[in-house]
């Protein structure tokens, strides 16, 4: 009869036990969980701000990369869309997109032209080459705020 009150008191007593062990693991496993999340996303927002500064360098680089850098920029936009707030998408649209749809029409004017215009349509890609590597300067500071990992 003693060796049941014992077992009785025993798992009365380890019951609370074992019921915060298993909340202190669930709270252990949320958190993880939502660090894995923001990990995921900074991941994310760091692709797209990684691959946009390649594609400006590509074209500082070289005149106009073979692949059109036009399409390249879409598909960076269409990923970025999803990861970044409206006005850091507009401003990436106004600053580097809009200048590299121009350096694309640029590019087929100036295979057609004559000397002079060819030039000219030159000179002009010339200035959207630096003006996008201007951007890239102010770039860093428009996407720093996303690409941080924020603890709570």
Do not use: C
């Not at 850098?69 to 869309?81: F, H, M, R, S, V």
């Amino acid at each position: 009869m003693a060796e049941q009150s014992i077992v009785t008191l025993l798992s009365a007593a380890l019951t609370p036990v074992i019921a915060v062990g298993a909340a202190t693991v669930a709270y252990l496993n949320m958190r993880t969980a939502k660090h894995k999340i923001k990990i995921d996303l900074f991941e994310k927002r760091l692709k797209v701000y990684n691959n946009l500064k390649d594609l400006i360098d590509s074209l500082y680089v070289n005149v106009l990369p073979e692949d059109d850098p036009y399409l390249k920029y879409i598909d960076i936009a269409k990923e970025a869309q999803w990861l970044y707030d409206k006005p850091t998408i507009e401003w990436m649209d106004t600053n580097i997109g809009l200048k590299i749809r121009d350096m694309s029409i640029k590019h087929g004017e100036a295979e057609v032209a004559e000397d002079e215009a060819k030039r000219r349509v030159r000179g002009e890609m010339r200035e959207l080459r630096t003006s996008l590597v201007q951007a890239e300067y102010t770039m860093r500071d428009v996407f720093s705020p996303f690409l941080k990992i924020h603890e709570q």
